[in-house]
């Protein structure tokens, strides 16, 4: 009986092994973006800098905005594509006060804008309080990138043809957001006896709201150029989840297994990214969620026009935008 079992669960993981090689999506673009100018949050790692690396491979100017030095991550790109075009600037989206610094910095530095790429997040039990008052995965994954997109929005419309491009979740399928949106700045977590402050539905919560605020960016962004669309860049190796299971040895080690056996490496979690951000076959499309360089089916919540225009003008009032710094549809 053991050996039918250990053969059962061989077999399920060599089908989840093979699924998740055999379906990657891979962005067939080839545009060039010279003379094109890209910020790329969570650039300096994993697959922000995955993108940067694609980008500047196509002559892109790229910033990197992210909290950490990134200067060893510019010179490994400029060595690795031969594109010298590469900043860096610091941005952390924890903090309300960083991110207005940082868009005040790129308005009076930066002449246009043509890619925005929301790319930075931290994993599912990732539990702190920002300065702001927020809880910190919902700040740096949803409500930054939020005002950051809001803060730049001028400079896109003044270079369009543009784009932005948030990095969702499937995860976005797993959310405790009810339509009264109890908690949704600061979160209850559920208690395991195991792991102390489960956070997954948080995540999901944070890439859910994400999701409906692209779609919701690019409808009242129509008919300016600019388009805004979301996608699941895919399970992929890279520290976002266990750095933050240190100190639960099983579910530490479980996940680093599970991420070997399905998940994609950095080159392949970045071609949707990248293909929204280049492809020509996408150039008009806007408010859409993608998986794989493909539209996908969104979740039940983000089609819901009631709840999507709550959740905006609630977190319209969390971020503190002031009247004219918010998206009025044209």
């Not at 860096?88 to 930066?110: N, Q, V």
């Not at 890439?207 to 399970?235: F, M, Q, W, Y």
């Amino acid at each position: 009986m053991l050996l039918v079992v250990l053969q059962i669960i061989v077999i399920f993981f060599l089908v989840v092994y093979l699924y998740n090689r055999l379906t990657c999506g891979v962005m067939e673009s080839i545009t060039c973006l010279a003379g094109k100018t890209a910020i790329v949050t969570g650039g300096n790692s994993g697959i922000g800098l995955q993108v940067v690396k694609i980008l500047a491979s196509r002559g892109c100017r790229i910033i990197i905005a992210d909290k950490v030095d990134s200067e060893k991550s510019k010179r490994e790109v400029i060595n690795e594509t031969g594109n010298p075009n590469i900043l860096t600037k610091h941005l952390d989206l924890s903090s309300f006060e960083s991110i207005r610094e940082f868009a005040a910095d790129i308005k009076i530095t930066e002449p246009k804008l043509d890619i925005l790429v929301n790319n930075a997040g931290v994993g599912a039990f990732y539990d702190q309080t920002t300065k702001d008052g927020i809880n910190a995965l919902m700040q740096i994954n949803y409500f930054g990138p939020f005002l950051l997109t809001h803060l730049l929005t001028d400079l896109l419309k003044k270079s369009s043809p543009s784009r932005i491009v948030f990095t969702s979740s499937c995860l976005a399928f797993t959310t405790n957001l009810s339509e009264s949106l109890e908690n949704f700045k600061n979160p209850e977590t559920s208690k395991w006896s195991i792991i102390p402050n489960s956070l997954i539905y948080t995540y999901g919560n944070s890439k859910l709201a994400t999701l409906i605020a692209s779609d919701e960016i690019g409808n009242r962004l129509k008919g300016t150029g600019v388009t805004s669309n979301s996608c699941h860049p895919g399970a992929c190796r890279t520290n976002i989840f266990v750095t933050s299971l240190k100190g639960y040895n099983f579910f530490f080690y479980f996940t680093e297994f599970w991420n070997f056996i399905t998940s994609k490496t950095v080159w392949n979690a970045a071609q949707t990214t990248v293909h929204l951000a280049t492809s020509k076959n996408v150039e008009n499309i806007t408010s859409n969620y993608f998986w794989d360089c493909k539209p996908f089916y969104k979740p039940f919540l983000a089609k819901n026009p009631a709840f999507c225009a709550k959740l905006f003008e609630t977190t319209e009032n969390i971020v503190g935008l002031k009247e004219s710094e918010k998206i009025v549809k044209s």
